[in-house]
C-alpha cells in the first residue's frame, strides 16, 4: 500500500493518529527523535481530522498509528526507533 509520490519539499514520514491515544503519542515521541537526529520531517495527520487523506492512505481506524516512510507503510501500532532509522538511511 503506499501514497502519492511525496513531492521533494514535502516530509519523508508521515504519522497517522489521533488525539488521546497512547499509543500515537508513544509513536510520534519515536519518529520525532529519529527525525531530528537524521535531519528528516515528518507530518501528522489526525485520522478524526482528515478522513479523505486517512481513507486515500487506506489506513484502518483500529491499526494507528501508522507510518509511512517515502509513501509506504512502514509501522502500525508500535514505531521500533532502528527499524525507522534504517528505512530513512537506506
Known amino acids: 500500500m503506499s501514497l502519492p509520490p511525496i513531492s521533494p519539499g514535502d516530509a519523508r514520514v508521515v504519522l497517522y493518529g489521533r488525539e488521546?491515544?497512547?499509543?500515537?503519542?508513544?509513536?510520534?515521541?519515536v519518529v520525532a527523535r529519529v527525525c531530528a537526529e537524521l535531519g528528516e520531517r515528518f507530518v501528522e495527520v489526525d485520522v478524526d481530522e482528515d478522513d479523505e487523506a486517512a481513507t486515500a492512505a487506506r489506513i484502518d481506524p483500529d491499526e494507528i498509528p501508522v507510518t509511512f516512510v517515502d509513501g509506504r507503510q512502514?509501522?502500525?501500532?508500535?514505531v521500533d526507533a532502528e527499524r525507522l532509522r534504517s528505512a530513512l538511511t537506506a
Open 74 to 78: 512502514h509501522d502500525f501500532w508500535r
Open 20 to 29: 488521546g491515544c497512547h499509543l500515537c503519542d508513544e509513536a510520534r515521541a
